[in-house]
C-alpha cells in the first residue's frame, strides 16, 4: 500500500477523534469493554501516512473509536513526551490498544490491516 499524501492523512484523522495526550492517557486509564484505541502520528510522517489507511479501514468497518493524538502539535510536545514514554511509544505511528487490563503498544507502519483488527480483537 502506497503512502496517502499529508493531505489525505488529515482527511482520513477527521474521523478519529482528536484528543489532547492527557485526555489519551485519561482515557486509556479507564478502560472499557470494548478496545480503546489511540493512535500517535503526523501528517508530515511518511510512516504515519502508509499507516493510517490501514488503521482506518479497520476501524470504520468495524465501528472502533480512534483517539487520534497529532503528535506534531505545538502546543503538545511535552505533554506528549510524557505520554509517549509512559506508553513506551518510541516512535510514530504509534499505536496503543487497551483491552480489559492488556495494553498492547505496536509502532509498525507495515503492520498489515489483519494484523490491526488482531490486536483490536475484532
Known amino acids: 500500500m502506497n ?7 488529515l482527511q482520513l484523522a477527521e474521523d478519529f477523534k ?4 492527557s485526555e489519551a492517557d485519561r482515557v486509556l486509564q479507564e478502560g472499557d469493554e470494548k478496545p480503546v484505541v489511540v493512535f500517535f ?4 510522517c511518511p510512516y504515519c501516512r502508509k499507516f493510517i ?4 479501514n479497520v476501524t470504520q ?3 472502533i473509536l480512534v483517539h487520534f493524538v497529532h503528535s506534531g ?10 505520554v509517549r514514554d509512559k506508553y513506551d511509544v518510541p516512535t510514530v ?4 490498544v487497551r483491552t480489559g487490563d492488556n495494553i498492547a503498544v505496536r509502532c509498525n507502519s507495515s503492520l498489515s490491516e ?3 483488527a488482531t490486536l483490536l480483537q475484532v
Do not use: M
Open 3 to 9: 503512502n496517502v499524501s499529508p493531505e489525505q492523512f
Open 18 to 21: 482528536e484528543v489532547t495526550p
Open 41 to 44: 502520528g503526523r501528517e508530515t
Open 53 to 56: 489507511p490501514k488503521l482506518h
Open 61 to 63: 468497518k468495524h465501528d
Open 73 to 82: 502539535h505545538p502546543d503538545y510536545q511535552e505533554e506528549i513526551a510524557q
Open 93 to 96: 505511528p504509534g499505536l496503543i
Open 114 to 116: 489483519e494484523a490491526i
